[in-house]
């Protein structure tokens, strides 16, 4: 995609990476992703805010050429993740002038992770300021969202906030402006389930401070940028409160059919009891699909077969996956079947040790699931609801 002016004065030089379907290695990117970089021009200065990934180094720097850089004064590293600072090396080498604009924090981990020499660095603290010419940029820092080193750039005179991965998405469209709501923000949750989830209590915080500030358009490093702020804050209002829905998710894996007629029962039973319920089957589980479910979710139950006295490893995965993420999640419980015993349950319990649940009575079945097995799970179904009607999520 070519330089696009967002703003007299601010101009989007950033690259599309439409084909890219995995991050970090371990993340499904079913919409490519962007990474947007932002040429601020002053009457004096210019800078640029964050670069891209080193597979796109090429496309950035056929943006600034085409958007007339010649000279650069200042490059501001937001975040020292490669995805945005992996091309300050090659940027430097065409505009050698230029200085790495960051706090302390974020310079040690660029010279470690880049290996730049401390010489190109300009440290700033929180709050400080970097004049333009009639443009001013201010540095707030932010840690943990989603690394301990992340600072977001305000534009005084334009009332932009700049604001890394925070509050970003992972979408590749062809123009750096929201344009389907829809889209952007079913992209937006399932990248704050992903990555920022686990900092939900940090970025509370984090969220109030922005609330005092006169903001009107965000543009973040990934994703789309926001002429309307309150389209993104109020939606991280929402996913990092205490609030949850009517929903039970039951990640699932069965080797011969008895841990699936279990879950099949469980769906139904729950259904009955009018909550809304998302089985997934892990081996052809999107994993972000249910990152982004578990946003909302009341309760998860994890259902497996035994595999060697344990837990099935896609299900064993699942169960760290949900630990990391740290959801706000009220209820968990574990069903599944065995052959002649084993330590499932103790060993998906140890799994979870991040999150601040209520454990529901488990329902293991010797083999095949037999009477008092469907009756049990029609028990934890009612118990269920009464604990949904408890905390106000069923009616």
């Given at each position: ?271 009955r009891q009018d909550i809304t319920v998302i089985p997934f089957n892990l081996i052809h589980t999107d994993i972000g699909e249910l990152a982004n479910e578990l946003v909302d979710a009341s309760t998860v139950v994890l259902a497996t077969p035994t595999v060697l006295g344990g837990a099935h490893p896609a299900v064993a ?79």
């Amino acid at each position: 995609m070519a330089a696009t002016e967002i703003k007299k004065g601010i101009t989007w030089v950033g690259a599309l990476d439409w084909d890219r379907r995995l991050f970090d290695e371990l993340i499904p990117l079913p919409d490519g992703t962007s990474y947007n970089a932002y040429l601020v021009r002053g009457s004096e200065k210019t800078a640029l805010i964050d670069t891209v990934d080193p597979s796109k180094t090429g496309e950035l720097l056929e943006n600034l050429q085409e958007a007339g850089v010649t000279r650069l004064d200042y490059i501001v590293c937001q975040h020292a993740e490669q995805d945005h600072s992996g091309s300050i090396g090659d940027i430097l080498e065409i505009y050698p002038q230029a200085v790495v604009v960051t706090n302390e924090k974020c310079k040690s981990m660029l010279m470690d992770l880049l290996l730049l020499p401390e010489i190109k660095f300009q440290s700033v603290s929180d709050g400080q300021t970097l004049e333009l010419g009639g443009k001013t940029l201010e540095f707030i820092f932010a840690p943990w969202v989603h690394w301990p080193e992340t600072m977001l750039t305000y534009l005084r005179e334009d009332k932009i906030l700049f604001s890394c991965d925070f509050l970003g998405a992972h979408l590749a469209q062809s123009r750096p402006m929201l344009s389907d709501e829809g889209r952007s923000l079913r992209s937006a949750k399932r990248y704050f389930a992903e990555i920022m989830m686990p900092f939900r209590l940090p970025i509370r915080k984090h969220l109030e401070k922005l609330r005092g500030m006169e903001i009107e358009m965000i543009a973040p490093s990934h994703g789309v940028v926001y002429p309307r702020p309150a389209f993104i804050l109020d939606a991280y209002d929402e996913w990092v409160s205490d609030r949850t829905r009517n929903l039970v998710l039951v990640p699932f894996v069965s080797m011969h059919g008895s841990t699936r007629e279990m879950v099949e029962y469980l769906t139904g039973a729950l259904i009955r009891q009018d909550i809304t319920v998302i089985p997934f089957n892990l081996i052809h589980t999107d994993i972000g699909e249910l990152a982004n479910e578990l946003v909302d979710a009341s309760t998860v139950v994890l259902a497996t077969p035994t595999v060697l006295g344990g837990a099935h490893p896609a299900v064993a995965h699942a169960a760290f996956l949900v630990n990391a993420l740290r959801p706000k999640l009220k209820f968990a419980s574990i069903i599944g079947s065995y052959g002649w015993g084993g330590r499932t349950v103790e060993n998906l319990l140890a799994s979870l040790g991040n999150l601040k649940v209520e454990l529901l009575e488990p329902v293991l079945a010797k083999g095949a699931p037999k009477e008092k097995d469907f009756q049990a799970l029609e028990q934890l179904a009612a118990v269920i609801a009464e604990k949904h009607r408890g905390i106000g999520v069923l009616s």
